[in-house]
């Protein structure tokens, strides 16, 4: 795939000089019209081969357009980094840029998995893994909207090695060949190797790898600039977007109309007296749990979603009051911020993700996508629909990243909820736990029946399972959450 | 001022038993309405004698009230956690609540000071300046309408050495006590002595020191939460918080009505081709400088402000076509975003502080507060009053974490702005750059002079000087510019 980029491609002096100024004039219009309209992220990633001209393209793109609007990722190697805490993936979705900016990376998630490759840490199945986050990512970035631009700039062989001859020869640019440099031309074959099959894996339809021969610097600056120019003026001039077919598949609807919250035996309980005791016993293995050693190189994600009034809030009390307040942060899912709003939907998740040694309580979750949002159509069908395997994919990376990831939905019935709003609208100090809103969703109760139960089918998977809590009974309920979250957590440690 | 703490304070069970439950009540209640009204944040500081309580506090507190709306802040010591590279305050900053959230420090910015001093690893001149800057950031958070609570858990050398025989004592509680807590013990005396000396000087009228017996459980908790509640309590039924009398001195008027800026010679100029051999002169200095290993323990912050069409953004243009993209981010500075407006003014220049070997390029700055928001009346004059100081006192913090601050500000004739709007409104390719707020600003022209003049005054400060920049002619402004950064970076390394 790198036969077009040997061919010696070279623009001379005189045609650069009249179509870079044009080039820029129009880059710097749709540019500026980009952040007006304010209505697309575009990420831009430069590879390739070094000594093809990776920095000095980054340089080149930041002089040509307003760089106030562009922000610059040159990710350091990875375990050079401060991340390392987290799920590999995070220290991207953190610099994700919002609607309207331009994000450059230099260095992105393709490098570690290429110099893995190269360097045998990475066996080939391994490789195949990280191709598949890859392409589940980018699928991500492209389908929430993101302009996704990937660039790879190659030499032959012999290019580099010229390249780094002709740079080690003047005193003033000796310094930019290192001896890994030297190191990694003599490993060229082997580096092109993994290149060339991570290239052609990840060449989708919506964001292709554009290889670009980097010897000739007019040729190479010009071909990019306007594949830039002509990738977003494209899409300025078509806003709509050719919606993606939902991946939501026909779903199998219960001849039967069993289904299974129907199953749930709503009626368990547990009397007071053992509650307390054995609420006092599990909260006291909870928190021994959290003391041991092995704990610190674990996390915990536990996301808490149900019925209204099915007890949320208490259940997490109960786990909270187990825990030190050092180490837990409970996060309250309400309406986006701004910032939040102008990235893809699950980065305002990914901002809570806790480093080793803590415990992350979300109150209300990343499941609003395929439950409010989907009844309520804040979102159409193909953004909920695949949402189920957005979700399967972020839970997956952070339970590869030791995090421990336990998921609740409280069930209650349809009678206790009527008898616990008209509860709450009695009693002066719950009245703020009761609005309007609660009785408009309880009528809606089918809906999210259907929409819960296609959630667990799709998205209970072994790594992160969905536990059902019968939650009628709030003792019971709490020990049952409480009891989860332990032994989930002393399986893994 | 721990006498009255030392008084073997008590509260029996009964009378536990009878106001805990009403106490827990009237601090949801609070909360709640805190949470709702969203008007102003809360800080409590839990500090004191290890022993006394502060974890078991902290873990209360969290369970008295909602933790979804409770943030919890355990510092790590300084030196141990990711952000040595940035400023020690950057750390706090960094975690300031929003509006209607509470956040709870168990270790905050007092622990280092103390440490350290007890320690004798700081003098008592560095403990003085390190109170002060505690004082000024304090006001900042108050004067911002913070409510901030600091308690302060006191327990006589007895009762320490008594609390740590009786947790050693039990298997179960033993590894509780470790041996740095012994030696503290031993150093019982020292770490007395210099927490009453900086309790004293930093319990203010807005923000004093609550010093709590920590001895019995009942007693602490019962006295904390009550301080709370009362605290919240009073501020949510008083909530037009007495405003604080501006800091503005009364600013000298000059009798013959001649101003730093009239004094500029906005005649000088550079032709063409002498321009464009020492811009890249000037470039490939400030270039090389950025290369240099001493500058990988450096940052730099510039901050550009000027008139409107002064030509800010080429003179940045220039600057960054120097540098390695990878370097440095221009952080344009626009509306604030709504989780910017819920927290302290300075918090949205906070975030973008650069770590070191980075440059961070602010299009428009801190100085907002000083120019726009002053001459239209954004804030009032008690807020532009005190963001000289505030102002200070943040890059005094930059340039002691080895940070090279510049300022400019570009300067135009009336004349030379009228004739470069019309420019703008002729040439298509500008017409993006003019709009009807510029025209309007022009008639604020003698408004913005006077505050231009004061802020000039006032925050040209010796580590952190203004540079004036006459930009009449576009290509003396940008060399001259290019020229300060490249000279203050050179002076620093």
């Known amino acids: 795939m790198f036969e077009s980029a040997e061919l010696g491609h070279t623009i001379d002096k005189e045609r650069y000089a009249q179509d870079e100024p044009e080039l820029r004039h129009a880059l710097l219009t749709a540019q500026y019209e980009l952040v007006k309209r304010g209505e697309f992220p575009v990420v831009i990633l430069i590879g390739g081969v070094d000594g093809a001209g990776k920095g000095e393209t980054l340089n080149l793109l930041n002089e040509w357009m307003d760089p106030r609007h562009i922000q610059t990722n040159a990710m350091r190697p990875m375990g050079e980094d401060k991340f390392q805490d987290r ?48 392409l589940r990512f980018e699928r991500m970035l492209t389908d929430e909207g993101t302009l996704l631009l990937k660039f790879w700039l190659h030499l032959s062989r012999k290019g580099q090695a010229k390249r780094f001859k002709s740079l080690a020869k003047k005193k003033k640019t000796a310094w930019r060949v290192s001896d890994t440099d030297w190191k990694h031309l003599e490993m060229y074959d082997k580096f092109q190797s993994v290149a060339e099959h991570l290239l052609r894996e990840t060449s989708t339809a919506e964001a292709p790898w554009l290889v670009v021969e980097g010897a000739d610097e007019r040729y190479r600056s010009l071909t990019i ?128 993700i806790p480093e080793k040694g803590r415990i992350a309580i979300f109150d209300r979750s990343w499941y609003g996508r395929v439950l409010v949002e989907r009844i309520e159509k804040y979102c159409g069908e ?38 616990r709003f008209k509860e709450r609208e009695e009693i002066a100090f719950k009245q703020h736990k009761i609005t309007s809103e609660d009785w408009r969703n309880r009528e809606k109760w089918d809906d999210y029946n259907v929409a819960v139960c296609e959630m667990i089918d799709r998205c209970s998977t072994q790594v992160a399972p969905w536990t059902l809590v019968e939650a009628n009974d709030k003792y019971f309920a709490r020990l049952k959450v409480i009891r989860t979250i332990a032994d989930a957590l002393e399986a893994a440690i």
């Open 382 to 419: 193909p953004d909920w629909g695949r949402a189920y395997g957005e979700i399967n994919d972020f839970e997956a990376q952070l339970v590869k990243n030791d995090t421990v990831v336990v998921k609740f939905w409280l069930q209650i019935s349809k009678e206790e909820q009527l008898r």
């Open 87 to 134: 799920p590999p993936m995070w220290r991207f979705w953190r610099v994700l840029p919002p609607k309207g900016r331009i994000a450059i990376f230099v260095g992105s998630w393709y490098s570690q998995p290429l110099i893995k490759r190269v360097y045998g840490e990475l066996k080939t199945a391994k490789l195949g893994q990280s191709i598949d986050e890859i």
């Open 225 to 352: 600039g306007k594949s830039i120019l002509e990738a977003i003026r494209k899409r300025l001039d078509n806003p709509t977007r050719p919606t993606r077919i939902a991946r939501t598949p026909p779903r199998i609807q219960p001849l039967d109309g069993l289904s299974i919250l129907d199953r749930l035996d709503l009626t368990q309980s547990v009397g007071k007296a053992d509650y307390e005791d054995q609420l006092a016993l599990e909260q006291g293995r909870l928190n021994m749990i959290t003391r041991q050693k092995g704990f610190e190189k674990r996390s915990v994600v536990a996301a808490f979603e149900g019925c209204d009034a099915a007890g949320k809030g208490g259940a997490i009390r109960r786990v909270t009051q187990a825990l030190d307040a050092r180490k837990y942060d409970v996060i309250p899912i309400a309406a986006p911020t701004d910032e939040e709003k102008a990235r893809p939907y699950l980065w305002r998740f990914w901002r809570h």
